[in-house]
């Protein structure tokens, strides 16, 4: 009866939800013939339109761990799409921006991975109308708020 209950709850179930979206994400974006993660894309996207951006600043912003954030960082500067270097003001900061690879690699595959959001979103909100995806996406916002 418990685990029934727990398999039930609405976190097991968003977490499931997670872990299937992440899934579509990684998958589409194999396919489109890049070693990345949906997270990683999402980092870069970031570091892309704001840069510089600190560690600090991608974590909160993604609602990541510390340690998350820093394999994420750690990964993609190896895979020479980041780099890295202490904050003038605080040197305990880590500031990312894209690299020469990276910035290509953005431009390149731009609509490409705006594309795979949206097939993986409408794979999500397939059969849902109009009116559920705006009441859905205000109360994912919500719920967010709540847990933050």
Same mark, same amino acid.
Request: hydrophobic content about 45%; glycine content about 6%; aromatic content about 2%.
């Given at each position: ?5 727990? @398999? =039930?709850?609405? /976190?097991? +179930?968003?977490? $499931? &939800? ?5 899934? *579509? ?8 013939? @890049? =070693?990345?993660? /949906?997270? +990683?894309?999402? $980092? &870069? ?5 704001? *840069? ?97």
């Amino acid at each position: 009866m418990a685990e029934e209950f727990f @398999l =039930n709850s609405l /976190g097991q +179930q968003l977490k $499931v &939800l997670n872990v299937l979206v992440e899934k *579509a994400m990684n998958n589409g974006l194999k396919q489109l013939g @890049l =070693n990345l993660t /949906g997270t +990683q894309v999402g $980092v &870069l996207l970031m570091v892309q339109r704001r *840069a510089p951006m600190t560690q600090k600043q991608i974590e909160l912003a993604l609602k990541l761990s510390h340690p998350t954030t820093r394999g994420i960082v750690k990964r993609l500067v190896t895979t020479g799409l980041v780099q890295t270097r202490p904050q003038v003001a605080d040197q305990r900061q880590i500031v990312l921006t894209l690299t020469v690879t990276g910035q290509t690699l953005m431009a390149n595959y731009a609509e490409q991975l705006q594309a795979q959001v949206a097939r993986v979103e409408e794979q999500l909100l397939a059969n849902l109308t109009a009116a559920d995806r705006v009441s859905l996406q205000h109360l994912l916002t919500q719920m967010i708020q709540n847990m933050s």
